[in-house]
């Protein structure tokens, strides 16, 4: 069982939560943090192989609650259909929560540059666009580049 791990805490009006399979959820926030440096209002949490999923959904509830803000918290999963997001999908009593699936770290550090205080929905619709935007065939760009 992984514990929460989590940035600083400032006056950010959006929170983030990392869950994964693994320790996927801590090693994007671990490499986050050593690009950008403190990221407030944010935590992790890694599902383990073994992990009950009771136990699993308890740790999402309270990484949920811990970077809780005024507009919510957007929680971050590896894969729709998974374990992450179906117990992300439920863990979310009297809290708004808006769950984005397929992480990678520029979705997390893309988190750490919004600024003012946008609505949940588009904080979630920025962070998936970036997403989409940092998945690239390499040689493709090399060539365009070339």
């Not at 863990?91 to 946008?118: C, W, Y």
């Not at 989409?132 to 580049?145: F, G």
Request: aromatic residues 2%; charged residues 25%.
């Amino acid at each position: 069982m992984s514990d929460i791990t989590t940035g600083g805490q400032n006056a950010r009006s959006i929170g983030l939560l990392v869950v994964t399979h693994g320790g996927l959820a801590e090693e994007l926030v671990a490499a986050a943090l050593k690009i950008v440096g403190d990221i407030d209002a944010l935590a992790a949490v890694s599902i383990d192989w073994d992990d009950d999923a009771g136990e699993a959904a308890r740790r999402i509830e309270v990484g949920i609650r811990a970077v809780e803000r005024d507009h919510g918290v957007l929680v971050l999963t590896d894969m729709f259909g998974g374990t992450p997001t179906n117990l992300a999908l439920s863990q979310h009593d009297g809290v708004e929560v808006e769950v984005v699936t397929g992480v990678n770290l520029p979705m997390v550090i893309k988190f750490a540059s919004l600024r003012g205080s946008p609505a949940l929905s588009e904080a979630a619709g920025r962070i998936a666009d970036q997403g989409r935007e940092a998945i690239q065939v390499a040689s493709e760009l090399l060539e365009r580049d070339a």
